[in-house]
């Protein structure tokens, strides 16, 4: 039975899944930047505003808001993962599913726990020892939120307004790896 999935306007939510059998979902650069360029253009037309966000070679991580009633979290989702799969497919010349199952989402409504979210998401890569600190993965917003980069898909200026400063965010998101915070 699925569980009531709670998209509706002002809502926000985690968003993550990975690969079929751990496989990997992004074989080189371009596939990342043309995942990046999907999730663009359905964040626009489904109304979505992203606030954090880490691709790995394996799963991806997204956290969102819902900003309104008319356009739903299950169409912006399902259509970037149809998107990405079929161009997968296609390039690779593979079939069938390239993802684990079914999107999972955490629903999230204590404000509080939106900055450690975000901290939890952007330190994927270096939990796993692909680079040494946040800033150094590519395809995360974690550059955007410190200012080492103007992306266009994640509005810095909002995802500020979760801390009590710039500064106080900078500081928070370049700390130190965190615990899990809950286990996928």
């Known amino acids: ?47 979505i505003k992203i606030l954090s966000y880490c691709l790995m070679p394996n799963h991806f991580h997204i956290f969102l808001k819902q900003t309104t009633d008319e356009f739903s979290i299950t169409l912006f989702i399902s259509s970037l993962l149809n998107s990405y799969v079929k161009s997968i497919n296609h390039k690779y010349e593979h079939s069938g599913t390239l993802f684990e199952s079914k999107t999972k989402n955490k629903h999230l409504e204590d404000e509080t726990y939106f900055v450690w979210i975000i901290k939890y998401i952007l330190e994927n890569p270096v939990k796993t020892h692909l680079v040494d600190n946040i800033c ?49």
Do not use: C, P, Q
Not at 20 to 39: D, G, P, T, V
Not at 149 to 177: C, P, Q, W
């Open 1 to 47: 039975m699925n569980k009531e999935r709670n998209f509706y306007k002002n809502t926000y939510h985690h968003l993550y899944n990975r690969g079929a059998n751990k496989s990997l979902i992004f074989y080189e650069r371009e596939n990342y930047l043309y995942f990046l360029r999907r999730m663009k253009f359905y964040s626009n037309k489904y109304k």
């Open 136 to 184: 150094d993965w590519e395809f995360s917003n974690a550059k955007d939120l410190i200012g080492l980069r103007k992306g266009n898909l994640t509005d810095a200026k909002y995802v500020e307004s979760f801390f009590h400063s710039r500064e106080s965010m900078i500081k928070f998101l370049m700390n130190k790896k965190i615990k899990v915070v809950y286990d996928f």
